[in-house]
């Protein structure tokens, strides 16, 4: 439903594509065991509200979990009977034909423990005294949600989800899914979140909560019996947290400096951004609870997993052992992109299969909610791979089960420079492809000598594309290094046909040879005698290996044969291997001047020498 999205108010999310869910019916699972949670105390009986979407499999192996941030529900898609303009607050996420298509997949929304719409919580009734539990109510963590909802999954019959997903809060319990349950989870989608909290936002959320606990009708939480309502801490909170889910960009484009009418020079609202935060505050006020809200908020920044290992991030996720898709946004500025590339380094470190994308949007951390074209059709190419994994799931690793499958999919070719790469990998290596585009040179290697790896691509058309492939893609910028990524962390580094467009060419390479132990290179030859001939007509080359005109290339460097030899002679850089190819054919003699493309493999000086495959 609309109100419970992270932004209840402006741009609200659509449902571009794709048909709604329709209407679906609430529902309650009872729980009678004890809980023990994380504070030390223990529900000895508890409620989760729930809904479901789509039709769980015969062999129950398309199971979704949904993970709801801070103020939102199990209300994940569709409406409520009676209730049209109810929508679920991720409707344009799931649904038949979006991006998790419940014509494919049986998709769980899930109310947490401690919320006030269903799940047993501060409004709820404590059994012991027959009142609503109101600030007797416990201290709970993510740790704890995900307990319960583990549970929630035995309850259905769930013996592990097809992937568990969710944004900002939510994608956090999707990452303590991966580490507390690594059985039970095959693929976990973290979007718009961080490993934990940083102090800035510790604070925001600090003043949130005392703008609530001084409220003089809060009663020390106990406002129920009080008869009274803390309307006032419960509105600057709201308006507080609603800052951080808007970038300046969006807040400028949308209200500016806008009046309402005129200045009146008084502490009324006079600006139009004053008028929509404090008619926020009111909307929220009139649904959510301050104690909920208070122990949300503390639940956010109790979470951190690298904890219990002295703040090694690596070590904490060493033990899941699902797949990852990590998406940031560019202008999120509460759990800004820097803190996902964190949990993906760690997840690399662990060598564990990750996909990043940092997706261009204007809308700051509520993008998580919205139709960004780019993000919805990331998460639909790595969904489409979870539903390819239905029938096999344990083979997925870039195994050779699925990479023939996928190499059948996509119809990747035995292209003459693929197969000179693979003939210089070893069976099983460690890769890192840069400049990886749609992923086809990693998926070849992972078919033709099971390497697995990751690549590497900065543009948005490639990072779907290699998505699709199958293969693993970190979305990042090559000219600002190879950051994160561990010495001597890959068996070998490739850059592919992508020298020519790098800026800083030196300090790419030295960034290759010290992440890998052995380099390869490929690029268009520029000494070529049809690009020479060009040249000697007063043209600029276009070739098949140099394919743009002078004005749109997105070529800065163009090297020959010669040219490269010299760099790394002058480098004092071991050539290992050298191919010069024409017309898919090995060049043997005169490759300067009959060669199209170039492959070399070398290493550091002081690297030891390994032998070809």
Request: aromatic letters at 10%.
């Given at each position: 439903?609309?109100?419970?999205?992270?932004?209840?108010?402006?741009?609200?999310?659509?449902?571009?594509?794709?048909?709604?869910?329709?209407?679906?019916?609430?529902?309650?699972?009872?729980?009678?065991?004890?809980?023990?949670?994380?504070?030390?105390?223990?529900?000895?009986?508890?409620?989760?509200?729930?809904?479901?979407?789509?039709?769980?499999?015969?062999?129950?192996?398309?199971?979704?979990?949904?993970?709801?941030?801070?103020?939102?529900?199990?209300?994940?898609?569709?409406?409520?009977?009676?209730?049209?303009?109810?929508?679920?607050?991720?409707?344009?996420?799931?649904?038949?034909?979006?991006?998790?298509?419940?014509?494919?997949?049986?998709?769980?929304?899930?109310?947490?423990?401690?919320?006030?719409?269903?799940?047993?919580?501060?409004?709820?009734?404590?059994?012991?005294?027959?009142?609503?539990?109101?600030?007797?109510?416990?201290?709970?963590?993510?740790?704890?949600?995900?307990?319960?909802?583990?549970?929630?999954?035995?309850?259905?019959?769930?013996?592990?989800?097809?992937?568990?997903?969710?944004?900002?809060?939510?994608?956090?319990?999707?990452?303590?899914?991966?580490?507390?349950?690594?059985?039970?989870?095959?693929?976990?989608?973290?979007?718009?979140?961080?490993?934990?909290?940083?102090?800035?936002?510790?604070?925001?959320?600090?003043?949130?909560?005392?703008?609530?606990?001084?409220?003089?009708?809060?009663?020390?939480?106990?406002f129920a019996i009080a008869g009274t309502l803390?309307?006032?801490?419960?509105?600057?909170?709201?308006?507080?947290?609603?800052?951080?889910?808007?970038?300046?960009?969006?807040?400028?484009?949308?209200?500016?400096?806008?009046?309402?009418?005129?200045?009146?020079?008084?502490?009324?609202?006079?600006?139009?951004?004053?008028?929509?935060?404090?008619?926020?505050?009111?909307?929220?006020?009139d649904y959510f609870d301050a104690n909920t809200?208070?122990?949300?908020?503390?639940?956010?920044?109790?979470?951190?997993?690298?904890?219990?290992?002295?703040?090694?991030?690596?070590?904490?996720?060493?033990?899941?052992?699902?797949?990852?898709?990590?998406?940031?946004?560019?202008?999120?500025?509460?759990?800004?992109?820097?803190?996902?590339?964190?949990?993906?380094?760690?997840?690399?470190?662990?060598?564990?299969?990750?996909?990043?994308?940092?997706?261009?949007?204007?809308?700051?951390?509520?993008?998580?909610?919205?139709?960004?074209?780019?993000?919805?059709?990331?998460?639909?190419?790595?969904?489409?791979?979870?539903?390819?994994?239905?029938?096999?799931?344990?083979?997925?690793?870039?195994?050779?089960?699925?990479?023939?499958?996928?190499?059948?999919?996509?119809?990747?070719?035995?292209?003459?420079?693929?197969?000179?790469?693979?003939?210089?990998?070893?069976?099983?290596?460690?890769?890192?492809?840069?400049?990886?585009?749609?992923?086809?040179?990693?998926?070849?290697?992972?078919?033709?000598?099971?390497?697995?790896?990751?690549?590497?691509?900065?543009?948005?058309?490639?990072?779907?594309?290699?998505?699709?492939?199958?293969?693993?893609?970190?979305?990042?910028?090559?000219?600002?290094?190879?950051?994160?990524?561990?010495?001597d962390a890959f068996d070998c580094v490739i850059?592919?046909?992508?020298?020519?467009?790098?800026?800083?060419?030196?300090?790419?390479?030295?960034?290759?040879?010290?992440?890998?132990?052995?380099?390869?290179?490929?690029?268009?030859?520029?000494?070529?005698?049809?690009?020479?001939?060009?040249?000697?007509?007063?043209?600029?080359?276009?070739?098949?290996?140099?394919?743009?005109?002078?004005?749109?290339?997105?070529?800065?460097?163009?090297?020959?044969?010669?040219?490269?030899?010299?760099?790394?002679?002058?480098?004092?850089?071991?050539?290992?291997?050298?191919?010069?190819?024409?017309?898919?054919?090995?060049?043997?003699?005169?490759?300067?001047?009959?060669?199209?493309?170039?492959?070399?493999?070398?290493?550091?000086?002081?690297?030891?020498?390994?032998?070809?495959?």
């Open positions: 439903m609309g109100r419970f999205s992270e932004t209840t108010g402006g741009a609200q999310a659509g449902s571009a594509g794709g048909q709604s869910v329709g209407v679906v019916t609430p529902k309650v699972a009872r729980f009678d065991v004890p809980l023990k949670l994380a504070c030390g105390r223990t529900l000895s009986s508890y409620e989760l509200a729930y809904e479901t979407y789509g039709e769980l499999s015969p062999r129950r192996n398309n199971a979704v979990l949904v993970c709801h941030a801070l103020n939102a529900s199990h209300h994940v898609a569709g409406t409520w009977e009676g209730e049209t303009d109810n929508v679920g607050w991720w409707d344009n996420m799931v649904g038949p034909g979006k991006p998790l298509d419940t014509n494919r997949f049986f998709v769980v929304g899930v109310n947490n423990l401690g919320s006030c719409f269903g799940s047993t919580g501060p409004t709820t009734i404590d059994p012991l005294t027959g009142k609503p539990w109101g600030a007797n109510f416990p201290l709970v963590t993510v740790e704890d949600w995900v307990d319960s909802q583990a549970r929630l999954a035995d309850f259905l019959g769930i013996e592990d989800w097809a992937a568990v997903m969710g944004g900002s809060l939510g994608g956090m319990q999707a990452l303590a899914w991966a580490t507390r349950y690594p059985t039970r989870i095959r693929n976990a989608l973290v979007i718009a979140a961080a490993p934990n909290l940083s102090a800035e936002n510790i604070a925001f959320n600090e003043v949130a909560r005392q703008a609530i606990l001084t409220d003089p009708d809060f009663h020390d939480g106990h803390p309307r006032r801490g419960l509105r600057v909170a709201r308006m507080i947290g609603h800052i951080t889910y808007l970038s300046d960009a969006q807040m400028e484009a949308r209200f500016g400096r806008q009046l309402r009418d005129g200045l009146h020079y008084s502490f009324a609202p006079e600006f139009q951004i004053e008028s929509y935060l404090r008619h926020q505050g009111e909307k929220f006020a809200y208070l122990r949300i908020t503390k639940a956010l920044d109790y979470f951190d997993p690298a904890l219990a290992t002295g703040g090694d991030l690596a070590r904490s996720l060493a033990s899941a052992a699902c797949r990852f898709l990590v998406v940031s946004f560019t202008t999120d500025w509460r759990f800004p992109s820097a803190r996902s590339r964190e949990i993906v380094e760690a997840l690399v470190a662990n060598r564990h299969d990750v996909t990043y994308a940092d997706v261009a949007a204007p809308h700051g951390h509520d993008a998580f909610l919205l139709d960004n074209p780019q993000y919805h059709a990331v998460v639909r190419a790595y969904f489409e791979r979870v539903a390819h994994d239905f029938k096999d799931y344990s083979t997925f690793r870039l195994g050779k089960a699925f990479t023939q499958a996928v190499a059948e999919r996509t119809r990747v070719s035995r292209r003459a420079d693929y197969t000179a790469i693979a003939s210089w990998i070893g069976e099983g290596a460690n890769v890192l492809d840069l400049g990886c585009g749609d992923g086809g040179l990693l998926a070849f290697l992972a078919r033709e000598r099971n390497a697995r790896g990751y690549g590497v691509e900065i543009g948005e058309a490639g990072v779907r594309a290699a998505i699709a492939t199958g293969v693993n893609v970190i979305q990042r910028d090559l000219e600002s290094g190879l950051k994160g990524f561990a010495d850059l592919s046909q992508t020298l020519q467009a790098m800026h800083h060419i030196e300090a790419i390479v030295a960034e290759m040879l010290r992440v890998g132990r052995e380099a390869i290179v490929s690029f268009p030859n520029f000494g070529h005698w049809r690009h020479r001939l060009q040249i000697a007509r007063g043209r600029m080359p276009v070739s098949e290996n140099l394919p743009y005109q002078w004005y749109d290339t997105p070529n800065v460097h163009l090297c020959t044969v010669a040219d490269f030899d010299a760099f790394l002679a002058q480098r004092g850089l071991p050539v290992l291997d050298r191919i010069v190819l024409s017309g898919g054919r090995e060049v043997s003699s005169l490759p300067n001047l009959r060669g199209e493309l170039a492959i070399y493999r070398f290493r550091r000086a002081d690297a030891p020498r390994r032998k070809s495959a």
